[in-house]
């Protein structure tokens, strides 16, 4: 190692080996804790919560019944 060591190679090592020292395992990570943390779902939010028994037997009979829905809504 025959070479200089610039003052700004200094201080940008310093400051990388600092801000690395201060962060957090899960933050180095980029790991997510729950542990203390109220996670918010949306769909529970609004009642949507996945399915369950009789979700799909409502649309199923219309279907098959040949009737249309009331309302039509544009997805995309």
Do not use: C
């Amino acid at each position: 190692m025959t070479y200089n060591i610039t003052r700004r190679d200094f201080l940008n090592g310093m400051a990388i080996a600092t801000g690395t020292g201060l962060l957090t395992p899960t933050e180095l990570f980029a790991q997510t804790s729950t542990g203390g943390q109220h996670v918010v779902y949306p769909p529970t939010l609004t009642g949507m919560r996945g399915n369950h028994a009789g979700s799909f037997e409502t649309m199923h009979a219309l279907a098959w019944a040949g009737q249309k829905p009331e309302a039509h809504h544009k997805l995309g």
